[in-house]
Structure formats: structure tokens, C-alpha cells
């Protein structure tokens, strides 16, 4: 019996067929195409989805991995940095479109779920794992199965509210981190300082924050700060970092030193780890969600 899994991202979207131990039968991108909306996504995921049927025997459902979440209660889409997905039934849709039930999951927890299980935090019983890209987003994995919590946001440590009438955040609220230490912020404020755009990557990597400390300083804050708050409720065995700023080596050193700052113990040893999946991780967390509803 082989497992399907599909990652719909704001930029691709990714599907992946896997056998029963987790060997990689076929896989494919393409890209997203969001800009041209709603229906366009639904024809790219279902394009993508057939073709994957062909290559595969006995799939039973097709397994999605999302920005945002569905909403139980009312089937549509919510708290999705994908905006035209918000409010729309992707779920119903897309089972039309397959002719086979369809599980969705947010990329949070795909993500932590793909990094648990075959990733760097394998072995961890408690795993936190960060999603810091264009957004924040978090998931919670306990041995091996995803903690959602009664309303669906476990983990939601993007929308903590780092500082109450800060800055506006999509989601309607000021303050949220989300707004402080994802890269489409961070890269906000650099341009608002030196009036030049670049990515946080290479405000890093390439020494540009030397001539503006301070820029370095308060994203190094912010980021223990926050991260603090999650290991302070959770203590989780270890926090697993995914998304773009991932790659940004300083949160593994001077982070992570703001990170057990923070903490309310004098003593830390949470290891805070860079992903070994990199951006598939969404789509294996999708395709592992066959064995883990």
C-alpha cells in the first residue's frame, strides 16, 4: 500500500509517493501559481494528485499539508498566510476533484512530524518544531503523534503577542512575533532603516547588519525571548528549526544563548537543532500522515 502525500506552499507545491516503510516511489514540483487565486491552486494540487495516482496502488486517501488550518467546525479554511485560501472549503473541493477522502494538516506540524520521524529530532520524545519563513508557525509532536489541541492551534507560537500595541500582524492583532522575527518582517524593517531590500539571509551571511547592529540585536532578542515562552510551558525534549531563516547559523549560537536567557531556569540543555529535510519536509510530513490521525 503506498501513501500520498502533497505540500501546498506559497510558492510550490510538492508531491511525494511513499511504500509502507517510508521509500520514496515518485515525486514531483510544481509551482503555486497563487497569484492567479482560488480555483487556479485547486486545478494545479488536482493535476499534481492524478499524476501521482498513476504511479501508485492501493491509496485509500490523499494526505495535504497547508498553510493555515481547517476549521472542524465549519470546514473552510483559516489562519493562512495564503490569503485566497482563507474562508474556502480546500477539503471538500479537493475530495471532489480525487474521489477519495482527503487529510489535512497545517505546515507546522508536518513539518515537526517529517523532522521526528526521519529527521533531526528522531528519537526525541517531546519535539517543538519552528517554522520561521515568510511567517512563524510552530508544531508540537509527542512521541511521534501531533498534539492539536481542542481548537486546532497548538503550537500557534507566531501569534503569541511579543509586544502588547506593537506592531500589526495579518492576523487582526498588534504585537504578535510573527511580526518581529519572520523574514518577510525583519526584512521590512532593514529596508525602512537603510531604505535597501535584501533578504535576511544576506543581511547575515554577508555582513550587512555590521554597519546597523541593532537590527541584528533586536532579531536575536525577540527571537530568544519568544522562543523562551515555548520552552517555558512545553519544555520540550528539543526545538527543531525549519524555514528560510533556518539557514541564518547565528540562531544555533547567539539564539539559542538568548534563547536559555530567557528561560525561567538557570539550567537549559534543550537542544535547539537546524532541520535535515529542508523545504521537503512539509511534503514527507504530509505523506507520513497517512499512519498518524
Given at each position: 500500500?503506498?501513501k500520498?502525500?502533497?505540500?501546498?506552499?506559497g510558492?510550490?507545491?510538492?508531491?511525494?509517493?511513499?511504500?509502507?516503510?517510508?521509500?520514496?516511489?515518485?515525486?514531483?514540483?510544481?509551482s503555486?501559481?497563487?497569484?492567479?487565486?482560488?480555483?487556479?491552486i485547486?486545478n494545479?494540487?488536482?493535476?499534481?494528485?492524478?499524476?501521482?495516482?498513476?504511479k501508485?496502488?492501493?491509496?485509500?486517501?490523499i494526505?495535504?499539508c497547508?498553510?493555515?488550518?481547517?476549521?472542524?467546525?465549519?470546514?473552510?479554511?483559516?489562519?493562512?498566510?495564503?490569503?485566497c485560501?482563507?474562508?474556502?472549503?480546500?477539503?471538500?473541493?479537493?475530495?471532489k476533484?480525487?474521489e477519495?477522502?482527503?487529510?489535512?494538516?497545517?505546515?507546522?506540524?508536518?513539518?515537526?512530524?517529517?523532522?521526528?520521524?526521519?529527521?533531526?529530532?528522531?528519537?526525541?520524545?517531546v519535539?517543538?518544531g519552528?517554522?520561521?519563513g515568510?511567517?512563524v508557525g510552530?508544531?508540537?509532536?509527542i512521541?511521534?503523534?501531533?498534539?492539536?489541541?481542542?481548537?486546532?492551534?497548538a503550537?500557534?507560537?507566531?501569534?503569541?503577542?511579543?509586544?502588547?500595541?506593537?506592531?500589526?500582524?495579518?492576523?487582526?492583532?498588534?504585537?504578535?512575533?510573527?511580526?518581529?522575527?519572520?523574514?518577510s518582517?525583519?526584512?521590512?524593517?532593514w529596508?525602512?532603516?537603510?531604505?535597501?531590500?535584501?533578504?535576511?539571509?544576506?543581511i547575515?551571511?554577508?555582513?550587512?547588519?555590521?554597519?546597523?547592529?541593532?537590527?541584528?540585536?533586536?532579531?536575536?532578542?525577540?527571537?530568544?525571548?519568544a522562543?523562551?515562552?515555548?520552552?517555558?510551558?512545553?519544555?520540550?525534549?528539543?526545538?527543531?528549526?525549519?524555514?528560510?531563516?533556518?539557514?541564518?547559523?547565528?540562531?544555533?549560537?547567539?539564539?539559542?544563548?538568548?534563547?536559555?536567557a530567557?528561560?525561567?531556569?538557570?539550567?537549559?540543555?534543550?537542544?535547539?537543532?537546524k532541520?535535515?529535510?529542508?523545504?521537503?519536509?512539509?511534503?514527507?510530513?504530509?505523506?507520513?500522515?497517512?499512519?498518524?490521525?
Amino acid at each position: 500500500m503506498h501513501k500520498i502525500g502533497i505540500d501546498l506552499g506559497g510558492t510550490k507545491i510538492e508531491g511525494i509517493v511513499l511504500d509502507k516503510n517510508n521509500n520514496t516511489i515518485d515525486r514531483k514540483r510544481i509551482s503555486t501559481n497563487r497569484e492567479e487565486g482560488y480555483e487556479a491552486i485547486i486545478n494545479r494540487i488536482s493535476e499534481l494528485g492524478h499524476e501521482l495516482l498513476e504511479k501508485s496502488i492501493s491509496v485509500k486517501q490523499i494526505c495535504i499539508c497547508t498553510p493555515g488550518a481547517l476549521d472542524p467546525t465549519i470546514g473552510v479554511m483559516k489562519n493562512s498566510n495564503t490569503l485566497c485560501l482563507i474562508g474556502e472549503p480546500l477539503q471538500k473541493d479537493l475530495e471532489k476533484a480525487f474521489e477519495l477522502p482527503v487529510f489535512m494538516e497545517n505546515d507546522a506540524n508536518c513539518f515537526a512530524l517529517a523532522e521526528s520521524i526521519l529527521g533531526a529530532a528522531k528519537g526525541y520524545g517531546v519535539v517543538f518544531g519552528v517554522i520561521m519563513g515568510t511567517g512563524v508557525g510552530g508544531g508540537i509532536i509527542i512521541n511521534g503523534k501531533i498534539h492539536r489541541g481542542p481548537n486546532y492551534i497548538a503550537g500557534e507560537w507566531g501569534h503569541h503577542v511579543l509586544y502588547p500595541d506593537g506592531r500589526d500582524c495579518y492576523c487582526g492583532n498588534k504585537g504578535c512575533t510573527e511580526a518581529y522575527i519572520s523574514g518577510s518582517a525583519l526584512e521590512k524593517e532593514w529596508e525602512e532603516l537603510t531604505g535597501q531590500k535584501h533578504m535576511v539571509t544576506d543581511i547575515i551571511e554577508k555582513g550587512f547588519y555590521k554597519d546597523h547592529p541593532e537590527w541584528k540585536e533586536r532579531f536575536i532578542l525577540n527571537f530568544g525571548r519568544a522562543l523562551s515562552h515555548v520552552i517555558d510551558i512545553i519544555d520540550p525534549n528539543c526545538i527543531v528549526l525549519g524555514g528560510g531563516l533556518s539557514k541564518v547559523d547565528i540562531l544555533y549560537s547567539d539564539g539559542k544563548d538568548a534563547v536559555y536567557a530567557e528561560v525561567f531556569s538557570k539550567q537549559v540543555v534543550t537542544p535547539i537543532l537546524k532541520n535535515k529535510l529542508g523545504d521537503s519536509a512539509g511534503v514527507f510530513g504530509a505523506a507520513l500522515l497517512d499512519n498518524n490521525q
